[in-house]
């Protein structure tokens, strides 16, 4: 799994103005993870590397959302855990 | 460990950005190393000449400028918020700077955190 | 004298401890479920949480007066069965509690309100112990209303 400076977590949709505040404080050692109202940003992949962005599985499922990304990137909640054990910092938005 | 805390919030619609003034005091009750950050709309706590009275709600204006005084390390603005807000330097009050916000800002701090 | 040499060795896995905290209130927002779900997977890695601490919208978690449907999953009743199964300390914040309503024996006493309806094991205490989370090497983790 990725080792991440900053991982953060985002549960805003695309048009909420924390979810552009966030998007403008991931660097480049950073991660970003999707979750909750804020996997529906699949539909509007952000700028970064696909490496280095995730969304949580459940919550995909739950909205109709599957299939848009790639599996490498649909995390479960062991995986959310890993990311954020193993990251120097996380930030929730 | 160094904590941000960050207010994006207007102040008198919610409590969140007082939740958040309490976070940061706390911490540094605790003499724990924190600053406040004020971006998006929560630029808005800066500004000069607030009177709350008529909302009956108390102003946060004393009480930020009291912060540094209680140990919070700086009042950060970002830049381009007080542009969008009409807020020059000079419609701040005198304890609080602009700066600008990104990853390069947030990297400086152990902990980054919104009370809500 | 004992021949450890055929006792399989155990590697620790990273053991890291987290702190969580709830700002997002159930219904008006996903965090409650969400920090659950987070729970008992950072338990099922080996991780320990040191306490779970509720703040702002977040203390109406710790309400014993719900009675969601029956087909709907009673969060507050779930959380406080995880931390006593698991024997996490769960704390609101009692600035945010006593503005919100949310209110142990003690208090409703202290404020001569006319009830008290603080589920246990929640207990009420001040920003003191999210510093002292913060002050330490615990992972912290927030989760707030989605909107």
């Known amino acids: ?93 | 460990m160094s904590t941000l805390i960050v207010i994006d919030q207007p102040p008198y619609g919610s409590w969140e950005g007082r939740e958040a003034l309490d976070m940061a005091f706390s911490l540094a009750a605790f003499d724990q190393p924190v600053s406040l950050l004020f971006c998006g709309a929560g630029v808005n706590w800066l500004r000069q000449g607030q009177d709350a009275a008529r909302v009956q709600q108390k102003s946060v204006e004393r009480n930020l400028a009291a912060a540094p005084i209680f140990g919070v390390e700086a009042l950060l603005a970002d830049g381009q918020a007080c542009l969008r807000y009409g807020l020059a330097a000079t419609d701040l009050i005198e304890q609080a700077s602009i700066t600008d916000f990104g990853p390069e800002l947030t990297g400086r701090f152990d902990h980054v955190a919104f009370a809500g | 004298m004992t021949d450890r040499s055929r006792e399989p060795t155990k590697t620790p896995a990273p053991a890291g401890v987290f702190t969580l905290v709830i700002t997002g209130a159930p219904y008006s927002s996903q965090a409650p479920q969400t920090a659950l779900h987070f729970a008992k997977a950072v338990l099922a890695a080996n991780h320990q949480i040191d306490r779970v601490f509720l703040y702002g919208d977040g203390v109406h978690l710790a309400s014993n007066l719900t009675a969601p449907p029956s087909d709907e999953l009673n969060l507050s009743d779930t959380w406080a069965r995880f931390l006593s199964d698991q024997d996490i300390p769960g704390v609101a914040c009692i600035a945010s509690a006593l503005r919100r309503g949310l209110v142990n024996e003690a208090e409703m006493k202290r404020y001569d309100l006319p009830a008290a309806n603080l589920r246990e094991p929640f207990e009420i205490a001040g920003l003191g112990e999210w510093v002292s989370s913060t002050a330490s090497e615990s992972r912290v983790v927030y989760f707030h209303k989605g909107n």
């Not at chain 1, 924390?18 to 909750?36: F, N, Y």
Request: proline content about 6%; glycine content about 8%.
């Open chain 1, 1 to 93: 799994m990725i080792k991440l400076k900053t991982l953060h977590l985002l549960n805003k949709p695309p048009e909420h103005s924390r979810q552009a505040l966030c998007l403008s404080a991931v660097g480049p050692e950073d991660g970003l993870l999707l979750i909750e109202n804020g996997v529906l940003a699949v539909t509007q992949p952000p700028q970064i590397a696909a490496e280095r962005w995730f969304a949580l599985g459940p919550d995909l499922e739950a909205r109709g959302l599957t299939g848009l990304i790639s599996e490498d990137q649909v995390l479960s909640f062991e995986g959310m855990v890993e990311l954020t054990a193993s990251a120097e910092n996380v930030i929730s938005w």
